[in-house]
Each structure stands twice: as C-alpha cells, then as structure tokens.
C-alpha cells in the first residue's frame, strides 16, 4: 500500500460518517451529560430548598407556641402578684387588691 491508498483510505472513511459522525456524536453525548448533571444537581438543590422551609416553618411554630405559653405565665404571675397579701404579721390579711377596688370606687362616684 502506497501513501496516497492510505490517504485516500483514511479521508474517506472520515469524510463518509464513521469520523465525523463520531466527533459529533461525541460532542453531543457530553452536553447530554452536562444537562443532565445540572438537572440533578437543581433537583438536588430544590428539595434541600423544600426541606429547610419545612425545618424553618416547624420552628416558626414552636417559637410561637412558647411566646403564647410565656404571655401566659405572665399573666398568672402577675394574677399572683395582685392577690398576694401585704399584711404579713397579722391574721386579718387583705389582698392588696381590695384597696385598690376601694380606691377605685372612690374615683368613679365622684
């Protein structure tokens, strides 16, 4: 076999599909990889996405729940606080609270 045989051979089994078509084939095979790689990785990203919302959304709720449970307790110690007797050395004890009523009364009938 001479050179130009070869050549001839050569180009045309390039030119006739076999290495052009490879060379485009592969090419193609490698963005289809490449989308699909991004694909991935968007699912990927979006149920990390979903999964903190949820974990964010589960706190939100519990952070709510133990403000109302302290606004709760609050109001109770203050309740306390207003039935609590001052007068601690003597047997007739008294709420503050009724001199506060009394005190109360006294400003309304004037």
């Avoid at 050179?3 to 089994?13: F, G, I, K, M, R």
């Avoid at 490449?34 to 694909?39: A, G, I, V």
């Avoid at 991935?40 to 952070?63: I, V």
């Amino acid at each position: 076999m001479d050179v130009p045989t070869l050549l001839t051979t050569l180009l045309t089994t390039l030119l006739s599909g076999g290495g052009v078509a490879g060379f485009m084939q592969y090419k193609q095979n490698k963005k289809a990889k490449e989308l699909e790689n991004d694909k991935t990785a968007s699912e990927q990203w979006r149920a990390l996405y979903e999964e903190q919302t949820k974990t964010a959304q589960s706190l939100r709720e519990k952070l709510h729940e133990a403000r109302e449970n302290l606004a709760k307790e609050k109001q109770q110690t203050l309740m306390c606080r207003f039935y609590v007797c001052e007068k601690l050395d003597c047997t007739d004890r008294e709420p503050p609270h009724t001199e506060i009523m009394k005190e109360f009364k006294q400003y309304t009938e004037k």
